[in-house]
């Protein structure tokens, strides 16, 4: 029953910027943390950026000062905001939120992905 709406994702140019959206369908007050991945062509899933319950942040090396993470408690909703994109930027993102539920302490749900292109 939950969903993660993702939006946001498209084809830009060398030092552009995208903005993603990551909707969760349940309350903040269920969410432990919610966060970004991306899968580069020919690679495994990796971290980009989390956001946590008390608003703590995770960045991967590769996008730290580019990328910056926020969190809409009124929405349930986590951001990525992402300037200065370089082309080994490219890869699906995929949207990521651990929710507790009754009887458990937090399952990872995840978007469906969403294509970011990084091309002159």
């Known amino acids: 029953q939950v969903q993660l709406v993702e939006s946001g994702g498209g084809s830009v140019q060398p030092g552009g910027s995208l903005r993603l959206s990551c909707a969760a369908s349940?309350?903040?007050?269920?969410?432990?943390?919610m966060g970004w991945y991306r899968q580069l062509p020919g690679k495994q899933r990796e971290l980009v950026a989390a956001i946590t319950r008390s608003l703590s942040t995770n960045y991967a090396d590769s996008v730290k000062g580019r990328f910056t993470i926020s969190r809409d408690n009124a929405k349930s909703t986590v951001y990525l905001q992402m300037n200065s994109l370089k082309p080994e930027d490219t890869a699906v993102y995929f949207c990521n939120a651990n929710i507790v539920s009754r009887g458990t302490n937090g399952d990872d749900y995840w978007g469906q992905g969403t294509q970011v292109t990084v091309s002159s």
């Open positions: 349940v309350s903040i007050f269920s969410i432990n943390a």
